[in-house]
T-cell receptor, first 112, second 116 residues
Framework: AQSVTQLGSHVSVSEGALVLLRCNYSSSVPPYLFWYVQYPNQGLQLLLKYTTGATLVKGINGFEAEFKKSETSFHLTKPSAHMSDAAEYFCAGEGGSEKLVFGKGTKLTVNP | NAGVTQTPKFRVLKTGQSMTLLCAQDMNHEYMYWYRQDPGMGLRLIHYSVGEGTTAKGEVPDGYNVSRLKKQNFLLGLESAAPSQTSVYFC???????????????FGPGTRLTVL
């Protein structure tokens, strides 16, 4: 089982600026990693997932994440932030025994 | 398809009262999960089930019980509610891992529970 750490509980960007949300994992085996988004008063929705293969994963709404084994990272990026991207984002990884383990979340604010 | 639904959406309890939260999914998923979400804590797994009639403890199981009598339903019970159980509860479901590959979980809209 691995652990997942999200760096920064709050991130604030201007509309049109780059979005970078950081996630690091600890695992001695190739991990399965996910990014979820939670809009206010809603459940979580899958943005993208990494299983095997290509290390650059494209998701919905223009988000992508790159799996870097050497850095044990799976950071989420979007080239240009939109007001509608304001939400909380969760990184998750396999937690062993058919479970996922979630990071504590990063709340993204987009300023006009 | 409705996906994952949760009943009720909101509930206020007094300390010591009991209640059951219902989760239903129409995607024929084998696995189902109950999480609680508290500010700054992310999602913490309470209990989960890998199939009809089976349940297992997660990270924070104390004070909760679950049952999975039907594949599509997963019930979470609080026998004697405490203020520390004030939280937002999410249910999720997924297909079983295929050849070790984890599948994504699909989440319900949540139940906001306040215990006074």
């Amino acid at each position: 089982a691995q652990s997942v750490t999200q760096l920064g509980s709050h991130v604030s960007v201007s509309e049109g600026a780059l979005v970078l949300l950081r996630c690091n994992y600890s695992s001695s085996v190739p991990p399965y990693l996910f990014w979820y988004v939670q809009y206010p008063n809603q459940g979580l929705q899958l943005l993208l997932k990494y299983t095997t293969g290509a290390t650059l994963v494209k998701g919905i709404n223009g988000f992508e994440a790159e799996f870097k084994k050497s850095e044990t990272s799976f950071h989420l990026t979007k080239p240009s932030a939109h007001m509608s991207d304001a939400a909380e984002y969760f990184c998750a990884g396999e937690g062993g025994s058919e479970k996922l383990v979630f990071g504590k979340g990063t709340k993204l604010t987009v300023n006009p | 398809n409705a996906g994952v639904t949760q009943t009720p959406k909101f509930r206020v309890l007094k300390t010591g009262q009991s209640m059951t939260l219902l989760c239903a999914q129409d995607m024929n998923h084998e696995y189902m999960y109950w999480y609680r979400q508290d500010p700054g804590m992310g999602l913490r797994l309470i209990h989960y089930s890998v199939g009809e009639g089976t349940t297992a403890k997660g990270e924070v199981p104390d004070g909760y019980n679950v049952s999975r009598l039907k594949k599509q339903n997963f019930l979470l019970g609080l026998e004697s509610a405490a203020p520390s159980q004030t939280s937002v509860y999410f249910c999720a479901s997924s297909y079983s891992p295929l050849r070790g590959v984890y599948n994504e979980q699909f989440f319900g809209p949540g139940t906001r529970l306040t215990v006074l």
